[in-house]
């Protein structure tokens, strides 16, 4: 934060106070916690939302489902309503919208686990909210103002994940579109940054890892981690899961999927259900050194 008045980017005093005064942290206060499904979210845990890219069919997300949470999860996580980068489909590479939001609300009763699912269109709220208990606005909406406060009208808690181009002010802004709805319950994601040389040519992002200090110290909200979309390459999901806990973070979300090299989506990303129980017990074990816990017995 930058006491006098800088133009751009840094954040000022005076943005907290008058930009986005509901999003900012206090002087003297804590971190605000709340529930979302029976969970607390900027508390000691440390919620792990993991599951497929997409809610591909009912056996599948019924089985990620019931696998994730006997590791550990507490949320299940996947798209029935996807921001596919290309607008042809296959038979494999398909949304499978409503009945996404079906198979969702099957997964939920058979597993006994909250749901994280996305957002793109405020038609499909009343829908989505039937299944979902939490609201992911995806990181191209982040600036669509109008879903953010229509998605925010519905009490639904929300997470807002940062847009692979926006700054952390940028990001507060959209965060504030949601709060001043009266909806209090928001958790920002951090899921990769565009840089213009990453590690090699064909990552496509960088995991901004400073940006969870930096946030902390101008917001009250909590600030998730996505490592899978973050990375693109699942060899490093493990590591970047592991100095997310390390780091701050206040929730990690994963790509888990039973045949990762068969996912209908970004098939380079998510982990298996093995891959993932084993970093569940090791992100447990960092996040004890930082007072915080996932809920997992090691
Ligand atoms: C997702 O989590 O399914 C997703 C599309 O992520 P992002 O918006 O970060 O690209
Ligand atoms: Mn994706």
Redesign the pocket.
């Known amino acids: 934060m930058i006491e006098n008045k800088a133009p751009g980017k840094d954040i000022t005093e005076e943005d907290m106070k008058s930009k986005f005064p509901l999003a900012a942290k206090k002087a003297g206060k804590e971190a605000s916690t709340f529930i979302a499904a029976g969970v607390e979210f900027g508390g000691a845990l440390i919620p792990v939302f993991a599951g497929p890219?997409m809610v591909e069919s009912e056996e599948l997300i019924v089985e990620t489902a019931k696998a994730v949470k006997a590791r550990g999860a507490h949320f299940l996580r996947g798209?029935a309503f996807?921001?596919l980068s290309f607008p042809y489909r296959s038979a494999k590479y398909t949304e499978t919208r409503e009945q996404g939001i079906a198979w969702l609300k099957v997964a939920k009763q058979e597993a006994g686990i909250g749901i994280i699912t996305?957002v793109m269109e405020e038609r499909f709220l009343d829908l989505i909210c039937d299944a979902a208990d939490i609201l992911?606005i995806?990181?191209?909406n982040m600036q669509n103002y109008p879903l953010i406060s229509a998605a925010a009208k519905t009490g639904k808690p929300l997470m807002i994940?940062r847009h692979f181009g926006c700054s952390l002010r940028d990001w507060l802004g959209a965060v504030e579109y949601a709060m001043v709805e009266g909806n209090e319950k928001v958790i920002l994601c951090e899921?990769g940054v565009s840089a213009p040389h990453t590690h090699r040519s064909s990552s496509r992002f960088l995991l901004d890892l400073q940006v969870v200090p930096a946030a902390q110290e101008v917001t009250h909200l909590p600030i998730a981690v996505?490592p899978s979309?973050a990375t693109f390459w699942r060899s490093w999901v493990r590591p970047m899961s592991l100095a997310s806990v390390a780091g701050g973070a206040d929730a990690i979300m994963l790509e888990v999927h039973p045949d990762p090299e068969n996912s209908a989506v970004d098939p380079l990303q998510p982990i298996d259900f093995a891959s993932f129980g084993d970093l569940m017990k090791d992100m447990e074990r960092v996040a004890r050194c930082v007072d915080r816990t996932l809920g997992v017995h090691i």
């Open positions: 890219n798209g996807k921001p996305e992911q995806g990181s191209r994940k899921r996505d979309h």
